[in-house]
C-alpha cells in the first residue's frame, strides 16, 4: 500500500521534475516578454507572450461566465426550490456533462462554426466551449459546500422573515465561500491547461488578437504545436512552455489553499 | 387614531390610495387648473409610489431572482439535449452515406477515399483503456485504503495537496512528460525485453501508462471520500469482534463503499476513455489493428485531434468526426447512467 502510494506521489515528482529539468534551462526574460515570429515554427527565434495573453483570454471570460451560471445553478439546486426528484435529475445530468471528454465541447462548438460558416477558428468559439467544459465541475464543486450548510441556519434566515433569494445569497453564499473559491480557481485552472477543446476551436496566430472573432494563440495549443516540430531548438521552447503553464497550475493550487484556509474562518460551524 | 393603525390602513389599502391620489392628481392639473394642490398631491403620490415599492421590493427581487435561477438551470439541462441533437445531426451525413455497421465493423479508415472504418480504432481504444485501468484500479485503491485508513495524520496533510495538484496538471503536459520518459523507455528497454525489437515508443502501452497515471488523482479522491463516509461504528463493530485491522478494511469497508469505489471507477473509465491530447501526442495516430502492445494506434478521441485539420477539404469527414464525438458522448453517457443507477439502487439496499 505504501509502495502504490509512492507510485502516485512519484509519479507527480517526476512530471514536475521532467519538465522543470527540460524547460526551466530555455526560459528566459526575452522568451516570456516577446510575441512569436513569423518563422517560429522554423527556427528558434521569439517568444511565446500572445500564448499566454491569448490563453489569459481564452480562460478568465470562459472562467467568469461559467461562474456566474454555475454559482445560480448550485444555489438552486437546494432543497428549498425544487422537488427532489427534479434536482437528482438536474444533477445527474450535470455529472454526465462532468463525464463527457473536453473534446467533444470542441467538436461541438466546430460543428457550430461550421453551420455559420466560420473557418479557421476564433476566440469567442473558445470562450464558449471552455464555458461549457467548467460548468459542471464548477457547479459540482460550489453544489458539495452547500450541501454542507446547516438546516439550522438556514431556518434562522427563513424565521427572521427573508425570503428564499435573500437566504440564498445573504447566508448560504458566505457559508459556501470556501467551495466557491475553490470551485472558481479549479475551473480556471481546467481552462487554461485543457487543450482538446481549444485545439479545434480558436486555430492560431503569432499576434495578439484584437477581436474576438479573431485565431489567437494559446498556451497548450503552442506546446503541441511546437512539440510536433523536429528542431531540437523549437523542441526546447515547447518545454518551455509546458513549464510557464505548470508553475500557472501550480500557483492556482497555492492560490486556492491559501484562499480556502482564510475564508474558512467565517464559517459558522 | 394611532401612528400604528394608519399604518396598518395605508398597507391594506395602499394601491386603492395610490391610485385614488393619482386619479385626484390629473383631476387637479387638468380641471381645477391648481399647480399648488397638483403639487401636494404630486408629494403624495411619489411618497406611496416609494412606500409601496420598498414594501414589495423584496418580494419582487426574490421572484426575480428565483426566475432567473430556473431559466440559467434550465437552459443548461436544454443544453445537455442540445449537445446530444447537435451530434446526432452532425453525424446524419455520414450514416446515409454509409450504413452504420460498415462503419463499425470495416478497419480502414482512409479519408481521402472515402473509407471511414472505425472498427481498428474501437479495439485499439478498448485495448488501451483496459490496460489504463488494470493499472490504474489496483494502484489507486490501494492508495485510496491506505491514505482512508492506515496514513498517519501528518502524512494524509502532505498527500492530500499531491493529489489535487495531480488531478489538476493540465494533459498536454502529461502527454509531454510521456514523450520525454516513457517513449524513449519502452524503445530502448521495455519493447527489446517483450522481444520486440523494431518498437518506435509510440506505442498503446506507452498511452495506457500515462492514462493511468491521470486517472490515478479521480480514482483515489472519490474512494478516499467513499471510505471516509462509512461510519465509525461499523468499523468498531468489526474491530471489536476481534478482525484484525486488514479483515475490517476488506470485509466490512470495503463492501460498505462498494457503491461508491465502483462509481469511481466508472468515472475514472471515462476520463481514460475520453482523454484525447495527452494520448494523441505518444500513441502513433496509425488506425491499424494492433499486432503487439508495442505497436502504434489510434483512440476514437485521438482520431478527432489529428484528423480535424483536414475538415474542410473533406467535407464528409466533419460528419465522421462528429460521429466520433456521438460515440464518445453517449458512451460516457452509459456509464454515468449505470454508475447511477449501481449507486440508487445500493443506498436503497445500504441504509445505516
Known sequence: MIASVLVVMGSLILIVAIISINGAPSLSIEILSQTSEGGFYLGPGGGFLNAIIGSLLLALPASGLAFLISIAIALYLQKDFLKPRTTNFIRLCLDILWGVPSVVYGVFC???????????????????????????????????????????????????????????????????????????????????GDAASILLTVGDSNYFPSSILDQTAALPTMILNLVSMPDEAVQNKAYAVAFVLLIIVLLISILSRSLIKKSTKYIIK | MSIRSIRAVLKNKLLLVSIISLFLLFIFLFIFNNVLLFMLFLIIFIFLLTYNFIKIRRKLYDALGTRLMLFITASVIFLFFLLLIVLINGSIDILRDQSLSELILSSTWKPFSGEFGLFAVIIDTLIVTAISMLIAIPISLLSA???????????????????????????????????????????????????????????????????????????????????????????????????????????????????????????????????????????????????????????????????????????????????????????????????????RSASKRWKY
Open chain 2, 145 to 343: 485504503i491506505y491514505i482512508a485508513e492506515y496514513a498517519p495524520k501528518k502524512f494524509k496533510n502532505i498527500i492530500r495537496p499531491f493529489i489535487d495538484v495531480l488531478a489538476g496538471v493540465p494533459s498536454v503536459v502529461f502527454g509531454l512528460c510521456a514523450l520525454l520518459v516513457f517513449v524513449p523507455l519502452i524503445r530502448d528497454e521495455i519493447a527489446p525485453f517483450f522481444g520486440i525489437t523494431i518498437s518506435s515508443g509510440f506505442s498503446l502501452f506507452t498511452a495506457s501508462l500515462i492514462l493511468a497515471i491521470m486517472v490515478f488523482p479521480i480514482i483515489i479522491s472519490l474512494c478516499v471520500e467513499s471510505f471516509n463516509s462509512v461510519p465509525i461504528e461499523l468499523k468498531e463493530a468489526s474491530l471489536s469482534l476481534g478482525a484484525t485491522k486488514w479483515e475490517t478494511v476488506k470485509k466490512v469497508i470495503f463492501r460498505a463503499s462498494g457503491p461508491g469505489v465502483l462509481a469511481a471507477i466508472f468515472l475514472g473509465f471515462g476520463r481514460a476513455f475520453g482523454e484525447t491530447i495527452a494520448v494523441s501526442m505518444v500513441i502513433g495516430n496509425q488506425e491499424l489493428i494492433p499486432k503487439s502492445l508495442f505497436g502504434p494506434g489510434q483512440t476514437l478521441a485521438s482520431l478527432i485531434a489529428s484528423n480535424y485539420t483536414e475538415v474542410s477539404s473533406i467535407p464528409i469527414l466533419a460528419s465522421a468526426l462528429i460521429f466520433v464525438a456521438l460515440i464518445l458522448f453517449v458512451v460516457v453517457l452509459i456509464f454515468n447512467l449505470l454508475g447511477y443507477l449501481v449507486l
Open chain 1, 110 to 192: 466546430l460543428t457550430i462554426m461550421m453551420a455559420i460558416g466560420m473557418t479557421g477558428g476564433s476566440l469567442i468559439f473558445g470562450i464558449i466551449a471552455l464555458t461549457l467544459l467548467e460548468i459542471p465541475i464548477i457547479t459540482r464543486s460550489i453544489d458539495e459546500s452547500i450541501k454542507m450548510v446547516p438546516v439550522g441556519l438556514k431556518e434562522s434566515a427563513y424565521s427572521l422573515g427573508s425570503t428564499k433569494f435573500e437566504m440564498s445569497l445573504k447566508v448560504v453564499r458566505k457559508q459556501a465561500m470556501p467551495g466557491i473559491i475553490a470551485g472558481f480557481l479549479l475551473g480556471f485552472g481546467r481552462g487554461i
